[in-house]
């Protein structure tokens, strides 16, 4: 399932999801930026351009109003995850009302879902700060990260996330394949907002949450924890970690196809280091779907 507000970084991650994995649906939230609707015919479009009439798509959360249980979205995200338990990924790209929503309308979906792997841009090291996706959605973020739902955490600090320009451009010479004909319009936007960032580099950081999904293998390293801690306050700002954190050994949080540490509790594996050449490669791959075909992952 993608959970996203259709930005144009999400619209990249949108795309190879849908080339590379089985996409069920994919569900929208709004955010301060871009209303709902706005957000809904968007994925609709990009959905067209590319043939993809049979993935259905469904309005979520408008900005900021997670709470509602009868949210169409959380309901199809929940009926999903009851109908194939522990088989179900959430790729959430954007803030995590729809997630949050699921969460509140259903105490089956914390132990239906497989996982949810989302971007922050809140977490350095030790706390969730009030950023970006967190920020879009405070209530929603705490509902989701205060829960037992296995969780994949991508910090958007890691070094991966980011490429020279010239690196990505080098990348992008030469390739006429779907991705690259359908976000011709987009590369502007994504250049540009990436050097509010960080100047001279190209932000890939929800391109690499959706790799994450596809290829776990690129993840190397990783800790294990949670934000459940007795000393915490639920209601402060910002959530803190628990102190029984522990290092996920390469891989190790896939061995038994579930995230959670039942000695510990420890459910959020937040992503330390990613293969940076793996990174590279399969972007230069995305670039090149439609005109090699799909089977170029392996």
Known sequence: IIDCNATSLDLQSVVFLLEYSSVLCVTVSGNCDIPIGDAYSEILRILALIGRFDIPVIKGTPFREHREPSNPAAQHIVGICAKFPHKVTVVCLGPLSNVAAALQSSKSFERNVKRIICLSDGYNGLEMKSLFNVKAD?????????????????????????????????????????????????????????????????????????????????????????????????????????????????????????????????????????????????????????????????
């Open 138 to 298: 405070k209530a929603a973020s705490r509902t989701v990260f205060l829960s037992k739902l296995p969780i994949v955490l991508v910090p958007s600090n890691i070094a991966s996330c980011t490429v020279p320009i010239a690196t990505y451009l080098a990348l992008r010479e030469g390739t006429t394949g779907l991705f690259s004909s359908v976000f011709h319009c987009y590369e502007d936007a994504l250049l540009e907002a990436s050097q509010k960032i960080k100047p001279g580099f190209v932000c890939l950081k929800k391109a690499v949450t959706a790799m994450i999904a596809l290829k776990s293998s690129l993840i190397i390293e990783g800790d294990l924890l949670n934000f459940r801690t007795r000393t915490c306050d639920p209601t402060s700002e910002p959530l803190s970690t628990a102190t029984n954190t522990t290092t996920a050994s390469k891989y190790s949080w896939l061995s038994n196809n579930s995230l959670i540490d039942k000695r510990t509790g420890n459910n959020v594996l937040v992503v330390r280091q990613i293969k940076h050449s793996g990174i590279l490669e399969f972007y230069k791959n995305i670039y090149l779907v439609g005109m090699f075909g799909r089977g170029i992952l392996g």
